[in-house]
């Protein structure tokens, strides 16, 4: 059980690249998330996932797209990327038990745009 | 601007004394308040919750205070350890979706 992965660890892009952020669980969740990190910011919701097909935007979702063709998997696209996108990225799957909402986070993924 | 705020931004406590975060949010329709602990290069854990229908929560050394008519809540470390030492980060959610908003995090260090 690997609980959930990300993929790559490191990245460096160029403005105006494009790239994919992969996340997959192997824990059965119905729901995933994607979040950024920046100091002082604490953590950002990008989009998320309620299961299969079904996706929606979070607080940040410019710039970003994500699909969710797999309960497994939810990967995140930059279209086009910017310095303004430089940050620590996070995927999480989660579910709720009860009265308690039980997120698992990635070891994440540390972008620099240049 | 974010909807959960978040203070201290970094707080010092020596071993053995009690460490308390505080976060206040202004949207009403928040109804689950979660606080995570990140270590440095690990995704943020959940620590523990609470609902606003309750005004504290322990779990061990850990006890969240809810305050639902001044809109704030607050994480207590009891005995806090060197083991503690971590970013905490409060977060307020509304009804069974992922949409959570998160504080800006508190960076506790906690000396022998």
């Avoid at chain 1, 059980?1 to 119905?30: I, R, W, Y």
């Avoid at chain 1, 990225?89 to 070891?107: I, K, R």
Wanted: hydrophobic share 30%; net charge positive; with cysteine.
């Amino acid at each position: 059980n690997a609980g959930v992965t990300q993929t790559p660890k490191f990245q460096v892009l160029k403005t105006g690249q494009s790239m994919t952020l992969q996340c997959a669980q192997d824990m059965n969740h119905e729901y995933m998330s994607w979040y950024r990190q920046d100091p002082g910011m604490g953590l950002r919701l990008i989009h998320y996932s309620v299961g299969a097909g079904i996706t929606d935007q979070g607080e940040v979702p410019n710039g970003y797209n994500v699909s969710r063709s797999t309960t497994e998997d939810f990967p995140l696209r930059l279209l086009s990327a910017a310095p303004s996108q430089t940050s620590v990225y996070f995927c999480a799957s989660s579910y709720w038990v009860a009265d308690s909402y039980e997120q698992y986070f990635g070891p994440g993924t540390r972008l620099t745009v240049t | 601007q974010q909807q959960v705020k978040q203070s201290p931004q970094s707080l010092i406590v020596q071993k053995g004394g009690i460490s308390i975060i505080n976060c206040a949010y202004e949207n009403t329709a928040f109804d689950y308040f979660p606080w995570y602990q990140q270590f440095p290069g690990k995704g943020p854990a959940l620590l523990i919750a609470i609902r606003p229908d309750v005004s504290e929560k322990k779990e061990g050394r850990f006890t969240i205070s809810f305050n639902k008519s001044a809109k704030q809540f607050s994480l207590h470390i009891m005995d806090s350890q060197p083991g503690d030492s971590a970013t905490y980060f409060c977060a307020a959610s509304r009804g069974n979706n992922n949409d959570m908003r998160f504080g800006a995090g508190t960076r506790l260090t906690v000396k022998p």
